[in-house]
């Protein structure tokens, strides 16, 4: 999958001021995520969980 056609987007508790960032987009079949320090965005390397996976992770964290 062309990971530049998803929607990317950073957590609202990220600032205006770069730092240490994750992008995330959701697709049907998996939940990507990328760092947004890197430029240009079609270099970032990608990682890619199942969306149980990033359930299981993300209800972790609460």
Not at 4 to 12: H, P, V, Y
Not at 22 to 41: C, F, N, T
Request: aromatic share 8%; charged share 15%; hydrophobic share 35%.
């Amino acid at each position: 999958m062309n990971t530049e056609a998803l929607q990317w987007f950073k957590s609202s508790y990220s600032g205006s001021e770069g730092g240490a960032c994750l992008e995330v987009a959701a697709s049907p079949q998996a939940i990507h995520i990328r760092d947004s320090k890197q430029q240009p965005p079609a270099d970032r390397p990608t990682l890619h969980l199942s969306p149980a996976t990033w359930a299981a992770f993300t209800s972790s964290l609460k």
